[in-house]
C-alpha cells in the first residue's frame, strides 16, 4: 500500500528529502539542532574571549562552561539529530514507504548534495572540538580548575597556595609532572575525584599525605636539585608568652642545609638523605606516615645499616610498606601551608597589628582563634565582639580603652582564621601538620620520628638527636 501523497511539491522530494525536512518537524529533531547551534555559538564566543585573554575569564565558570559543559551540549544536540532521524524514518516505514526510496544514491545529485552537506558539517564540527578539546585540556590543568571549580572541596588547599612561594606554578607541576603515564593516571584518579565531588562522598578533610602522590624527585626536582643546595640557612623565630607580651624572645638558627660540598666534593647537611649514592628508606605502620617502625640506610661508601625501633606495633588492618625517602617526607607542607594559632598571634604583636600594651591579649586571642565556631561566616560576625568580651571580663575597662586596637587586633584575628580554617571541610589549626623540624615531635611529626635515638641497628647505635647535627646549638 502506497501512501496517499498527492502534494506536488511534496511529492518532489525524495524519500531522504522528506525525512531530513521532516526533521523540523519531529521536536527531538529542532531540539537537537537548536541544542548543537546554541552550544556551538556560545563556544565559540567563549573561545575567542578566552583566546584574546579576556577578562572575562578571570571567572573560571566560564572556562567550565566553554570547556566542558558546552561541547557536552553540542555532542547531545548532534546526537539527537540522527536518533531523531530513524524515528522520523520508522514513521516513514510505517506508512509503507517504498524501501528503494530510502537508499542512498550517490548518481542522484541531491542525494550527493545533502551528503556532502554532511561531511563538511561534521569536518566544521570536527575541527571546533578538536580546538576546544585542546584549549581544554589546558583549562583542566590550570591552578582554576583545579582550585576553583572544585571551589569548596579544594579551598583551604588553593587558599594557603595562593599565599605561599609557589603560587606561581601551576598545581599540575608537583601534582602530576611531565610525562605521559602520570598524565593518564592523574586524569583518571581526576575523574574519580570528580564523581566524589557531584556525589558528595569525597573525604573531609582531604586526606594527607597523598599515597598516590608522584615521587617528588619526579616533579620538584624540575626545579630543586640538590647539587645545588649547599651551606647553611639563617633562621629567625620571634616568639611572646602570655606573661611576656612586649618583648620578643628571638630563636636564631643556623640550618644545616647541605647538599654538594664544592670544597670536599661530598654531600653532607639536611639535603643528605636525598642526595646521590644515598638511599634512605623506612617502614611506617600507619597511614600517615608517623610510626616509623624501621629505618634502613644505603651510603656512599656502599655500607648499609637497618636501625630498628622495638616498641611500635602494627595498626590492625593498615598497610606497611617501604617508602623511600624524598622531599616530600620533609617537605611535605611545600605549599599547602598553614599557621598555628601561636604563629598567628606572636606575628600580631611583633607586627603591632595586636598591641600587647593590652593586658591579656595574647592568651585572649588564642582563645578566640581556637574557638570552635561552627562555620566561617559565624567566626567572622562574632570574633570581634568575642575578644570584646574577653577582655572585658578581663577588665571592665579596656574596651573603652583600647576600643580602636581591640576591633584591629580582632580583625586581624578574622583575616588569619579564614585563611586557615574551614569548619565545613573540618580543617582546623593544625590538621595539617609539618615535617619540616620538630614542632609536632609529640605527634609523630617531623625530623624526630626517625633521629629519636630510640631507633637502633644492630651495634646498638641510633639515629642522633645531637641539636648540633641539624643546626648550630640554639642559645
Ligand atoms: C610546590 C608543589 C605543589 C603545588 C604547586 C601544589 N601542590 Fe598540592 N600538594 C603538594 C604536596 C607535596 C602535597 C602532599 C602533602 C602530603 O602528602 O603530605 C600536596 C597535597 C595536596 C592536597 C591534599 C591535601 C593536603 O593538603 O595534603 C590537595 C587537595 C592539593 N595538594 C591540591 C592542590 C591544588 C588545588 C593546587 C593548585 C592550586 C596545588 N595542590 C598545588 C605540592 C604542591
Ligand atoms: C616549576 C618549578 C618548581 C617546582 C616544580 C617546585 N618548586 Fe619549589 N620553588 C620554586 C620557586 C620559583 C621558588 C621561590 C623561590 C624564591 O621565592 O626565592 C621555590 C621555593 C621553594 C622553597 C623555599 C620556600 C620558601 O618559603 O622560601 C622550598 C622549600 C621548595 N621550593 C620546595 C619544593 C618542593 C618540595 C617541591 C616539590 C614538591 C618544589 N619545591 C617544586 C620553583 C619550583
Ligand atoms: C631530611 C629532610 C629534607 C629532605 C629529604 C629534603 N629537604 Fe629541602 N630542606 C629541608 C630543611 C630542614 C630546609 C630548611 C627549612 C627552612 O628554610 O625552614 C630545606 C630547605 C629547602 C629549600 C630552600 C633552600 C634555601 O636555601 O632556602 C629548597 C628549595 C628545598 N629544601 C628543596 C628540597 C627538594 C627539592 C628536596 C628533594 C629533592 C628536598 N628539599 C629534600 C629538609 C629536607
Ligand atoms: C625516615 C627517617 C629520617 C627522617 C624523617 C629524617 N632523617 Fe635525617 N637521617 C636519617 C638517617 C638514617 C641518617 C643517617 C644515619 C647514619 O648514617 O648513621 C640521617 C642523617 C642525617 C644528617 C647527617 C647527614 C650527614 O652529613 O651525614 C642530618 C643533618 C639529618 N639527618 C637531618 C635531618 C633533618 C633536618 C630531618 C627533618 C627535616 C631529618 N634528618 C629527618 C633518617 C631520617
Ligand atoms: C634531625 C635534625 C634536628 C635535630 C637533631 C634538632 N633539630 Fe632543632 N630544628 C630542626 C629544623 C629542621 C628546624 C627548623 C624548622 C623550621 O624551619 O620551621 C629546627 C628548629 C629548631 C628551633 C626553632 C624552632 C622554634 O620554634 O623556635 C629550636 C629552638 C630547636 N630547633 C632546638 C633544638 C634543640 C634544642 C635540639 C637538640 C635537642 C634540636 N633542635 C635538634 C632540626 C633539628
Known amino acids: 500500500m502506497k501512501t496517499q501523497d498527492n502534494e506536488p511539491t511534496e511529492q518532489h522530494k525524495s524519500a531522504w528529502g522528506h525525512i531530513i525536512s521532516g526533521l523540523w518537524r519531529s521536536p527531538l529533531g529542532v531540539l537537537g539542532v537548536a541544542i548543537t547551534t546554541i552550544s556551538i555559538t556560545l563556544m565559540i564566543i567563549g573561545l575567542i574571549a578566552d583566546l584574546s585573554g579576556a577578562a572575562l575569564f578571570e571567572n573560571p565558570y566560564a572556562g567550565a562552561a566553554t570547556y566542558l559543559v558546552l561541547p557536552g551540549g553540542m555532542l547531545f544536540g548532534?546526537?539527537?539529530?540522527?536518533?531523531?532521524?530513524?524515528?522520523?524514518?520508522?514513521?516513514?516505514?510505517q506508512f509503507g514507504l517504498d524501501m528503494e526510496h530510502l537508499k542512498l544514491n550517490l548518481s542522484d545529485k541531491k542525494h550527493r548534495s545533502v551528503l556532502i552537506g554532511i561531511l563538511v558539517l561534521t569536518v566544521i564540527n570536527v575541527t571546533i572540538l578538536t580546538v576546544v578539546g585542546y584549549e581544554g585540556y589546558h583549562f583542566t590543568d590550570s591552578p582554576?580548575?583545579?582550585?576553583?571549580?572544585c571551589h569548596q572541596v579544594?579551598?583551604?588547599?588553593?587558599?594557603?597556595?595562593?599565599?605561599?612561594?609557589?603560587?606561581?606554578?601551576?598545581?599540575?607541576?608537583?601534582?602530576?609532572?611531565p610525562g605521559a603515564q602520570w598524565f593518564v593516571r592523574a586524569k583518571l584518579s581526576g575523574l574519580r575525584q570528580v564523581a566524589a565531588v557531584v556525589t558528595d562522598s569525597y573525604s573531609r578533610p582531604i586526606p594527607a599525605p597523598v599515597h598516590e602522590l608522584r615521587p617528588a624527585r619526579d616533579?620538584?626536582?624540575?626545579?630543586?636539585?640538590?647539587?645545588?643546595?649547599?651551606?647553611?640557612?639563617?633562621?629567625?623565630?620571634?616568639?611572646?608568652?602570655n606573661d611576656n607580651q612586649e618583648e620578643a624572645q628571638i630563636q636564631e638558627i643556623a640550618l644545616h642545609i647541605g647538599g654538594h660540598n664544592p670544597e670536599t666534593d661530598r654531600f653532607e647537611g639536611?639535603?643528605?638523605?636525598?642526595s646521590e649514592d644515598v638511599e634512605v628508606s623506612y617502614l611506617a605502620v600507619d597511614r600517615e606516615r608517623t610510626k616509623i617502625a624501621?629505618?634502613?640506610?644505603?651510603?656512599?661508601?656502599?655500607?648499609?645499616?637497618?636501625?630498628?625501633?622495638?616498641?611500635?606495633?602494627?595498626?590492625?588492618?593498615?598497610?606497611?610498606?617501604?617508602?623511600?625517602?624524598d622531599c616530600i617526607d620533609c617537605h611535605n607542607r611545600p605549599t599547602h601551608i598553614y599557621d598555628m594559632p601561636e604563629e598567628v598571634v606572636d606575628f600580631g604583636l611583633v607586627s603591632k597589628k595586636i598591641n600587647g600594651e593590652i593586658p591579656g591579649i595574647r592568651e585572649d586571642s588564642l582563645n578566640v582563634l581556637t574557638k570552635e565556631y561552627l562555620s566561617r561566616e559565624e567566626a567572622k560576625e562574632n570574633m570581634v565582639r568575642d575578644l570584646t568580651e574577653l577582655l572585658r571580663q578581663r577588665d571592665p575597662n579596656l574596651p573603652a580603652r583600647f576600643g580602636d586596637d581591640i576591633k584591629r587586633a580582632g580583625e586581624y584575628l578574622v583575616e588569619a582564621y579564614l585563611g586557615n580554617v574551614w569548619p565545613e571541610t573540618k580543617v582546623f589549626w593544625g590538621t595539617y601538620k609539618e615535617h619540616l623540624g620538630h614542632q609536632w615531635a609529640d605527634d609523630g611529626y617531623g625530623c624526630w620520628r626517625c633521629h629519636d635515638e630510640e631507633h637502633e641497628n644492630e651495634d646498638g647505635e641510633t639515629i642522633t638527636q645531637d641539636c648540633a647535627l641539624?643546626?648550630?646549638?640554639?642559645e
Open 294 to 325: 624501621k629505618v634502613r640506610v644505603k651510603r656512599p661508601d656502599g655500607t648499609e645499616d637497618e636501625f630498628v625501633k622495638n616498641d611500635i606495633e602494627a595498626e590492625e588492618g593498615e598497610e606497611h610498606e617501604w617508602r623511600v625517602m
Open 219 to 241: 616533579t620538584c626536582e624540575q626545579c630543586h636539585w640538590p647539587e645545588k643546595f649547599h651551606g647553611k640557612k639563617m633562621k629567625t623565630f620571634t616568639h611572646f608568652s
Open 270 to 274: 639536611i639535603h643528605w638523605h636525598v
Open 470 to 474: 641539624c643546626h648550630d646549638e640554639p
Open 78 to 93: 548532534l546526537v539527537l539529530i540522527p536518533i531523531a532521524a530513524y524515528f522520523r524514518r520508522r514513521q516513514w516505514l
Open 144 to 149: 582554576y580548575f583545579c582550585g576553583m571549580v
Open 154 to 177: 579544594m579551598e583551604p588547599e588553593y587558599t594557603a597556595y595562593k599565599r605561599s612561594a609557589h603560587s606561581r606554578i601551576p598545581c599540575v607541576d608537583c601534582h602530576i609532572g
